[in-house]
């Protein structure tokens, strides 16, 4: 009787380690998703501004066009969801408004193309997640002197949304590897979605292109 009283004892103790550590394991993903939220908001505001001082000397109407956009964005930011995921609809609206700023700031010098569905669904997807990739193919897909091409494109079922973009690329003497969008991009799927999502980045001599496939989380309604 007390060898089983003990044995007990043992089992109930450690199903509670166990649950403690998952306890722990849970706030420390939770914690991890935080910080990175709170780099993307700097880093994604800091381009947007360097972008708009490119204007201010010649192309004075363009920076204050670009200040009402980047007002739109901001308040998009603002008063986003502390859960870190957002409606696919607001995702593609912020897109919208950031393509818009770019194309304030380099007229008609490149190719922009961007499909979205007409009416996507009305589940969720994480906040500012699929701006890094558009950024990035603006930072690194541009010439002035040279032709260039972004093209994106989003397609959604009632489970998973697929997100593509793809861009020119051209020789610079000084390219960087990969900045800290991406990586905190990877990190976070990693949090958020574990094995359930594929992201593949095809970088070839003068293409680049990322697809992202991720599920779509739905909130009830009753919320």
């Not at 593509?164 to 969008?181: D, L, M, Q």
């Not at 979605?193 to 992202?212: A, K, M, N, P, R």
Request: hydrophobic fraction near 35%.
């Amino acid at each position: 009787l007390l060898g089983m009283n003990l044995g007990v004892k043992l089992y109930f103790k450690s199903e509670d380690d166990m649950k403690s550590l998952h306890e722990l394991e849970r706030k420390n993903l939770e914690q991890q998703l935080e910080v990175l939220k709170y780099q993307i908001n700097p880093h994604f505001l800091m381009n947007t501004l360097n972008n708009i001082h490119a204007l201010v000397d010649f192309n004075p109407d363009g920076a204050k066009e670009s200040i009402v956009e980047l007002s739109k964005l901001l308040r998009y930011i603002l008063y986003k969801d502390d859960s870190g995921f957002l409606t696919i609809d607001k995702e593609i609206k912020f897109i919208n408004h950031y393509l818009r700023l770019m194309q304030i700031r380099y007229s008609d010098s490149i190719a922009i193309e961007a499909t979205f569905p007409e009416c996507p669904p009305e589940g969720e997807i994480p906040s500012l997640m699929l701006i890094t990739f558009v950024e990035n193919a603006f930072k690194h897909g541009i010439s002035y002197k040279l032709p260039s091409f972004i093209k994106i494109n989003m397609t959604t079922d009632n489970q998973r949304m697929l997100f593509t973009v793809g861009n020119s690329k051209h020789p610079t003497p000084t390219r960087k590897k990969e900045g800290i969008g991406l990586m905190n991009v990877k990190k976070r799927l990693d949090i958020i979605f574990g094995d359930d999502y594929q992201l593949d980045i095809d970088d070839e001599e003068d293409t680049y292109h990322v697809s992202l496939n991720i599920p779509i989380r739905w909130v009830r309604s009753d919320k």
